[in-house]
């Protein structure tokens, strides 16, 4: 049950953040990055932001913020108010680089920085994830599990912590059909019948798999990266999850939910994360998301086909509604003692954008905005061909490229390795086509609805905007259009901020 105690505005979510520490790790992310700059843009007064960042030193922290968070086209509003100049001695007075790591206990940082981190801290905010649905087991499990628990060690012992915001994904739910509810994971629960998750069973399990490997004839770097992969692949599909990534974010809910004892906890589910709709830079964006597949192809007609459905909906919400939804989360849970608060921030329920309106939106963006190629010259746009099931994609890939590849396997032969290298090049790009559909496959045909009616209470509660800045706080999925976002927005932002 979401509780809030009276209505929210915009004056009481930027006034709740006025003298508050707060603490984020993820920072040097896409979402971590508009999270920083909101609270600084709204709440000048904000007392600190601690950013843990992994980096070898002070020093290193500091250039690292510089060059990865602050120094983006993202913080251009707050350029322009402070002035070059005062910008960074604004950005020096409120922002305090870490060097440390999650993965590590105490977060790698030394006993007089915690105990002064334990006495300053309001707030923690743990976006940080390793986002590779293909990462190492043993990677995946340091970040997005055990980070959880040593956040939840030091957070225990902040004298004046109000919460606790954890970032997840809404596919940590698993690859499910209907609608998905709000339901924090219970201690051991799988998507699959008659299995049950012991965490500290599977990080045994990996200690045990690199002890074998260690000494193993064939121990290398290399050997033990893919054989971490494929043990992360095989775990997350035992127990029902598609990928690696999903898998260990859920198994960090399912940590958290165990361990936050007396401490409010808010768990975030965003689904897929797109380019900024409002501000303070509309179109900005950070490196790709899968759906971006078919505009970035679509940009540089290298792309024939794609994995899709268009019919089917893409559940997607741009990173400043995300940024909003957890300031507005942090200042209606805050200091409720024992809370545990699942929010979907999704659109599928409230207002589905399916492929079809990002593709559509592609289409007319390059018809009426062609590319030039290096030479000067129009790059023709030409139509793509969507597979609407993965067996279909599979027959293709076998008739235009597995049966070829057979022929010059044959034809190598008979030329006694004349042609080795050509054959093994483009063998392992075929099988690294076919492992990514694998992967991928499974979100390219998500045919979930996330239920979000915890968040829909929380928008409940704000109250009606009355002038441009009554409306900072804007999380509503209901109120983007989505043709007129991908084809004047996100289209555009790729083009200009990922595309450069």
Same mark, same amino acid.
């Given at each position: 049950?979401?509780?809030?105690?009276?209505?929210?505005?915009?004056?009481? *979510?930027?006034?709740?953040?006025?003298?508050?520490?707060?603490?984020?790790?993820?920072?040097?992310?896409?979402?971590?990055?508009?999270?920083?700059?909101?609270?600084?843009?709204?709440?000048?007064?904000?007392?600190?932001?601690?950013?843990?960042?992994?980096?070898?030193?002070?020093?290193?922290?500091?250039?690292?913020?510089?060059?990865?968070?602050?120094?983006?086209?993202?913080?251009?509003?707050?350029?322009?108010?402070?002035?070059?100049?005062?910008?960074? #001695?604004?950005?020096?007075?409120?922002?305090?680089?870490?060097?440390?790591?999650?993965?590590?206990?105490?977060?790698?940082?030394?006993?007089?920085?915690?105990?002064?981190?334990?006495?300053?801290?309001?707030?923690?905010?743990?976006?940080?994830?390793?986002?590779?649905?293909?990462? +190492?087991?043993?990677?995946?499990?340091?970040?997005?599990?055990?980070?959880?628990?040593?956040?939840?060690?030091?957070?225990?012992?902040?004298?004046?912590?109000?919460? #606790? $915001?954890?970032?997840?994904?809404?596919?940590?739910? @698993?690859?499910?059909?209907?609608?998905?509810? !709000?339901?924090?994971?219970?201690?051991? !629960?799988?998507?699959? &019948?008659?299995?049950?998750?012991? *965490?500290?069973?599977?990080?045994?399990?990996?200690?045990?798999?690199?002890?074998?490997?260690?000494?193993?004839?064939?121990?290398?770097?290399?050997?033990?990266?893919?054989?971490?992969?494929?043990?992360?692949?095989?775990?997350?599909?035992?127990?029902?999850?598609?990928?690696?990534?999903?898998?260990?974010?859920?198994?960090?809910?399912?940590?958290?939910?165990? =361990?936050?004892?007396?401490?409010?906890?808010?768990?975030?589910?965003?689904?897929?994360?797109?380019?900024?709709? +409002?501000?303070?830079?509309?179109?900005?964006?950070?490196?790709?998301?899968?759906?971006?597949? *078919?505009?970035?192809?679509?940009?540089?007609?290298?792309?024939?086909?794609?994995?899709?459905?268009? &019919?089917?909906?893409?559940?997607?919400?741009?990173?400043?509604?995300?940024?909003?939804?957890?300031?507005?989360?942090?200042?209606?849970?805050?200091?409720?003692?024992?809370?545990?608060?699942?929010?979907?921030?999704?659109?599928?329920?409230?207002?589905?954008?399916?492929?079809?309106? $990002?593709?559509?939106? @592609? +289409?007319?963006?390059?018809?009426?905005?062609?590319?030039?190629?290096?030479?000067?010259?129009?790059?023709?746009?030409?139509?793509?061909?969507?597979?609407?099931?993965?067996?279909?994609?599979?027959?293709?890939?076998?008739?235009?490229?597995?049966?070829?590849?057979?022929?010059?396997?044959?034809?190598?032969?008979?030329?006694?390795? =004349? %042609?080795?290298?050509?054959?093994?090049?483009?063998?392992?790009?075929?099988? %690294?086509?076919?492992?990514?559909?694998?992967?991928?496959?499974?979100?390219?045909?998500?045919?979930?609805?996330?239920?979000?009616?915890?968040?829909?209470? =929380?928008?409940?509660?704000?109250?009606?905007?009355?002038?441009?800045?009554?409306?900072?706080?804007? %999380?509503?999925?209901?109120?983007?259009?989505?043709?007129?976002?991908?084809?004047?927005?996100?289209?555009?932002? *790729?083009?200009?901020?990922?595309?450069?």
């Amino acid at each position: 049950m979401v509780m809030m105690d009276g209505s929210l505005d915009a004056k009481k *979510i930027a006034g709740y953040f006025k003298g508050k520490s707060i603490l984020i790790t993820g920072a040097t992310g896409f979402l971590g990055k508009i999270l920083v700059e909101k609270i600084l843009r709204v709440q000048p007064e904000v007392r600190k932001i601690y950013l843990l960042v992994r980096a070898i030193d002070a020093e290193s922290a500091k250039q690292r913020v510089e060059a990865e968070v602050t120094d983006a086209e993202l913080f251009c509003l707050l350029r322009e108010k402070h002035g070059k100049g005062g910008f960074e #001695l604004f950005v020096e007075e409120k922002i305090v680089p870490l060097a440390g790591d999650v993965m590590f206990e105490n977060m790698g940082l030394d006993a007089p920085m915690l105990e002064e981190l334990a006495k300053e801290v309001d707030i923690i905010v743990n976006g940080a994830a390793t986002t590779n649905f293909y990462e +190492r087991y043993d990677v995946a499990l340091d970040v997005n599990v055990v980070g959880v628990k040593y956040l939840c060690q030091f957070a225990k012992k902040c004298a004046n912590l109000k919460m #606790l $915001l954890h970032v997840s994904t809404a596919f940590a739910a @698993g690859d499910r059909e209907g609608l998905i509810m !709000e339901k924090p994971f219970k201690k051991g !629960e799988t998507l699959r &019948e008659g299995t049950y998750l012991d *965490i500290d069973a599977e990080l045994r399990l990996v200690g045990d798999v690199k002890k074998q490997l260690l000494a193993g004839d064939d121990a290398s770097d290399k050997t033990e990266r893919k054989a971490m992969k494929e043990l992360g692949l095989q775990r997350s599909r035992h127990f029902g999850w598609s990928n690696t990534y999903v898998f260990t974010k859920a198994m960090g809910e399912m940590l958290l939910g165990q =361990l936050h004892g007396a401490i409010p906890v808010v768990i975030l589910r965003p689904s897929i994360i797109t380019s900024i709709f +409002r501000d303070p830079l509309p179109g900005w964006m950070q490196g790709t998301r899968t759906i971006d597949t *078919i505009i970035i192809g679509y940009a540089k007609q290298n792309l024939s086909c794609f994995l899709a459905d268009l &019919e089917l909906t893409m559940d997607v919400i741009p990173g400043d509604m995300v940024a909003n939804a957890m300031m507005a989360a942090m200042v209606a849970h805050s200091g409720e003692e024992g809370a545990e608060v699942m929010y979907h921030t999704t659109s599928s329920l409230r207002n589905p954008a399916p492929y079809g309106v $990002l593709y559509e939106s @592609g +289409r007319r963006h390059f018809y009426e905005n062609p590319r030039l190629g290096k030479d000067g010259r129009v790059i023709p746009t030409k139509e793509m061909h969507f597979f609407k099931t993965i067996a279909s994609f599979h027959i293709y890939m076998l008739i235009k490229y597995k049966l070829p590849l057979e022929i010059l396997h044959l034809v190598n032969l008979l030329f006694c390795g =004349l %042609f080795s290298q050509l054959y093994e090049d483009l063998n392992r790009k075929y099988k %690294f086509v076919v492992h990514l559909v694998d992967v991928y496959g499974p979100f390219a045909f998500f045919r979930g609805c996330f239920d979000d009616m915890n968040l829909e209470r =929380l928008r409940l509660t704000m109250a009606a905007p009355t002038s441009p800045e009554d409306d900072l706080f804007n %999380f509503d999925p209901k109120t983007v259009d989505w043709k007129e976002y991908f084809y004047k927005i996100h289209i555009p932002g *790729i083009l200009k901020y990922v595309l450069k």
